[in-house]
């Protein structure tokens, strides 16, 4: 799915490609997709003329605010995209929803696995909404403090990589980004989480924000497991990928030390690391 990195860049590119452009139609090819509306014609009149003032992010969803008081909130899934088109762009077998605008262009959620939500709701009050508040940190947010970090990983008691992953600890790291995090560290995935030295919380710390901040520089990471390439509103798959250090390359030689990555389970999830040089 796509994790804070590729949510992050796609909504920088909606920011500079939509905003300021007024919806002139929409179609909705799956009801599931917008199924915390009644009727898709609901979801379609909720959109109908309105204008696109801002596009922001909370966690792994999307949030463009619109005219009128509404907010449209979506979430991609495990495999969805969004792609710009040609308003007469014909869509896909996996095309959920398009959208068109009155100056021109249109926006389409192509989706083969058919997990991406989308819904109109109150602005007011949206950030309060129960989809979009799993509890987790939203590591990319201005509140997400050293001394806030520090405090909730010993208010656990976790080994690293499953914390890393757990969305109700962390918004949208997901397994890719969390071993190459702990690495980036120095930590090993089965270290307790509150058990760190005031020094390791710092190196994580660290290390969180130069990956996140690194794949948002390379357009994030094409997905390597989804059926379709991830790709950018462009269609360019991002290029994180070819900079992992540890995720993926077990029995390779870890660029540090030159020792075999390797992959190993914690607490049921699977991590791979350096055994060597992340202690
Ligand atoms: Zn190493």
Same mark, same amino acid.
């Given at each position: 799915?796509?994790?804070?990195? $590729?949510?992050?860049?796609?909504?920088?590119?909606? $920011?500079?490609?939509?905003?300021?452009?007024?919806?002139?139609?929409?179609?909705?090819?799956?009801?599931?997709?917008?199924?915390?509306?009644?009727?898709?014609?609901?979801?379609?009149?909720?959109?109908?003329?309105?204008?696109?003032?801002?596009?922001?992010?909370?966690?792994?969803?999307?949030?463009?605010? =619109?005219?009128?008081?509404?907010?449209?909130?979506?979430?991609?899934?495990?495999?969805?995209?969004?792609?710009?088109?040609?308003?007469?762009?014909?869509?896909?077998?996996?095309?959920?929803?398009?959208?068109?605008?009155?100056?021109?262009?249109?926006?389409?959620?192509?989706?083969?696995?058919?997990?991406?939500?989308?819904?109109?709701?109150?602005?007011?009050?949206?950030?309060?909404?129960?989809?979009?508040?799993?509890?987790?940190?939203?590591?990319?947010?201005?509140?997400?403090?050293?001394?806030?970090?520090?405090?909730?990983?010993?208010?656990?008691?976790?080994?690293?990589?499953? =914390?890393?992953?757990?969305?109700?600890?962390?918004?949208?790291?997901?397994?890719?980004?969390?071993?190459?995090?702990?690495?980036?560290?120095?930590?090993?995935?089965?270290?307790?989480?509150?058990?760190?030295?005031?020094?390791?919380?710092?190196?994580?710390?660290?290390?969180?924000?130069?990956?996140?901040?690194?794949?948002?520089?390379?357009?994030?990471?094409?997905?390597?497991?989804?059926?379709?390439?991830?790709?950018?509103?462009?269609? $360019?798959?991002?290029?994180?990928?070819?900079?992992?250090?540890?995720?993926?390359?077990?029995?390779?030689?870890?660029?540090?030390?030159?020792?075999?990555?390797?992959?190993?389970?914690?607490?049921?999830?699977?991590?791979?690391?350096?055994?060597?040089?992340?202690?």
């Amino acid at each position: 799915m796509s994790h804070l990195p $590729e949510v992050e860049v796609l909504r920088k590119d909606l $920011e500079k490609e939509v905003v300021g452009k007024r919806v002139k139609d929409v179609s909705v090819k799956t009801a599931r997709t917008v199924g915390r509306h009644r009727h898709r014609p609901d979801f379609i009149a909720a959109l109908d003329g309105r204008k696109i003032e801002a596009v922001r992010r909370r966690g792994t969803w999307l949030l463009f605010d =619109l005219d009128e008081g509404a907010t449209l909130c979506a979430h991609l899934g495990d495999q969805g995209v969004v792609t710009r088109e040609t308003a007469k762009a014909e869509s896909g077998p996996h095309t959920q929803v398009v959208v068109t605008f009155t100056t021109g262009g249109a926006l389409h959620l192509v989706d083969p696995e058919r997990t991406s939500r989308l819904f109109v709701a109150p602005t007011d009050g949206v950030e309060q909404l129960e989809e979009l508040v799993p509890g987790g940190i939203d590591p990319l947010s201005g509140t997400f403090t050293w001394h806030a970090f520090a405090r909730y990983l010993a208010g656990r008691h976790a080994a690293l990589k499953a =914390l890393l992953v757990d969305e109700s600890f962390i918004l949208g790291l997901g397994d890719l980004y969390a071993d190459e995090i702990l690495w980036s560290a120095g930590l090993a995935p089965d270290r307790r989480s509150d058990a760190l030295s005031s020094q390791e919380v710092r190196r994580l710390y660290r290390a969180l924000f130069e990956v996140l901040y690194e794949a948002i520089k390379q357009g994030g990471t094409a997905d390597l497991d989804a059926e379709g390439e991830h790709t950018d509103l462009f269609g $360019e798959p991002g290029d994180y990928g070819s900079h992992l250090n540890v995720h993926g390359r077990a029995g390779e030689p870890c660029p540090r030390c030159r020792r075999p990555v390797v992959h190993t389970e914690v607490e049921g999830v699977g991590a791979y690391h350096c055994s060597s040089c992340q202690g």
